[in-house]
C-alpha cells in the first residue's frame, strides 16, 4: 500500500506558468514516499515523517489537505498514512506536491482502486496542494505524478502536457539558499507587481516565453551550451519579477565560476533553491555552493515523461 511522488525542478518558465506561460519541468529521483494501513482506532490520520498527527477537520490547512485527499479519493474507512520525503520543505523542489501525489497514489492502493494514470492522480493531489499555495498552476503536482521532462500549460479547461524527448541526459546541480520561502506569498506579490507596473510584467513574461521554446528546442538537440545561456537570462528576467534574493544571486555566481553552463533560481525565489546545469560532473558546483556554506546534491534526468512515473 505505497506510492510514490517526485520532487520537480522548473527549468524555465516558473510564476509566468501562473499566467498561462508554458514552464519547462523536469521530475527528479528525489520526493515522497507514504504508507497507508487501516487505523485500527477508527481515527484517520497523517504523519510526515516523525512529525505528530494530521487529522482531517482538525483545523489547520494540513487537516483540510488531508480531508481533501480522502474525499478526492473516495476513502470512506478509517486509515493510517505515513508519509516521508528527502526533499527540503519550502524550498521550490515541489516537496508539498510530491506529498499529495504519494499519499493519492497509497490511498488508491488503500481503496483497492484501479491504476490512476498520472493527470488523473495529479488532479486529486491538488486538493492538497491548494491549501499551502493558493492559487497552484498545478505544474508542480503534474510533475510529482509524471516525473521525466515535459513542457506544461495551465488553461482554463485544465493542464496542455507535453513530452519532451531528452536528446543529452540534463545532469543539474541543485543548491538549496538556507532560506525558506512561501510559494503563495511570492506568487502574491508578482500578482501586486502585475497590477502596479504591467508594462515590466509584460515584458519579463514575453521575454521567458521567448525563451521556453528554444529551451524546448535545446534539450530536445542536446544542446546543452544553449540551454544553460536560456537559464541565465531567465534568471535575469526572474530578478526583474523581484523574486530573486541576494543569496540566489551569489549562488548562481558561484555555479556559472566553477564552470556550470547556467543557473537560476528554481520554484517560487525568495530563497528556496537555485539549479546549475552542469557538463558531466556536478562536482565542483556543489563545492563552490559548500565552501560557501550552501548544501546542495546534484541529479541527472535522462527521459521524457511520457507515461506514469
Ligand atoms: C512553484 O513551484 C512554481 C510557481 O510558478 C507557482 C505555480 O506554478 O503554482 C512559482
Known amino acids: 500500500m505505497s506510492g510514490h511522488g517526485s520532487g520537480k525542478v522548473i527549468l524555465v518558465g516558473e510564476h509566468v506558468v501562473v499566467y498561462g506561460v508554458p514552464a519547462l519541468v523536469v521530475g527528479i529521483e528525489r520526493g515522497a514516499d507514504a504508507d497507508a494501513v487501516a487505523a485500527e482506532d477508527g481515527v484517520s490520520s497523517l504523519t510526515i515523517g516523525d512529525g505528530a498527527p494530521i487529522r482531517p477537520g482538525d483545523g489547520t490547512d494540513a487537516g483540510r489537505g488531508f480531508a481533501g485527499l480522502l474525499a478526492a479519493c473516495g476513502v470512506t474507512r478509517a486509515v493510517r498514512v505515513h508519509a516521508t520525503t528527502d526533499l527540503p520543505a519550502a524550498a521550490g523542489l515541489g516537496c508539498s506536491a510530491a506529498l499529495g501525489v504519494a499519499v493519492v497514489r497509497a490511498l488508491d492502493?488503500?481503496?483497492?482502486?484501479a491504476k490512476a494514470d498520472a493527470d488523473d492522480v495529479a488532479t486529486r493531489a491538488l486538493a492538497w496542494e491548494t491549501v499551502f499555495h493558493g492559487n497552484p498552476s498545478g505544474v508542480d503536482v503534474a510533475a510529482a505524478a509524471r516525473g521525466g521532462c515535459?513542457?506544461?500549460?495551465?488553461t482554463e479547461s485544465g493542464p496542455v502536457i507535453d513530452d519532451v524527448p531528452i536528446a543529452r541526459p540534463l545532469t543539474l546541480a541543485i543548491g538549496h539558499t538556507g532560506v525558506a520561502s512561501s510559494t503563495k506569498a511570492m506568487v502574491e506579490g508578482v500578482a501586486r507587481l502585475r497590477e502596479r507596473r504591467p508594462e515590466i510584467f509584460q515584458k519579463s513574461l514575453d521575454g521567458i516565453a521567448a525563451l521556453v521554446g528554444n529551451a524546448r528546442l535545446a534539450i530536445e538537440t542536446g544542446d546543452l551550451g544553449a540551454l544553460g545561456h536560456l537559464m541565465n537570462l531567465a534568471q535575469f528576467l526572474l530578478a526583474g519579477l523581484m523574486v530573486s534574493t541576494e543569496e540566489i544571486e551569489t549562488m548562481c555566481r558561484a555555479a556559472r565560476d566553477a564552470g556550470a553552463l547556467g543557473a537560476k533560481l528554481t520554484g517560487a525565489g525568495g530563497g528556496g533553491c537555485v539549479v546549475a546545469l552542469v557538463e558531466g560532473d556536478a562536482t565542483?558546483?556543489?563545492?563552490a555552493w559548500r565552501e560557501r556554506g550552501f548544501d546542495g546534491f546534484a541529479t541527472t534526468v535522462c527521459r521524457g515523461a511520457g507515461g506514469d512515473a
Do not use: N
Open 284 to 287: 565542483p558546483v556543489l563545492e
Open 150 to 154: 515535459f513542457r506544461f500549460r495551465r
Open 109 to 113: 492502493q488503500f481503496g483497492a482502486r
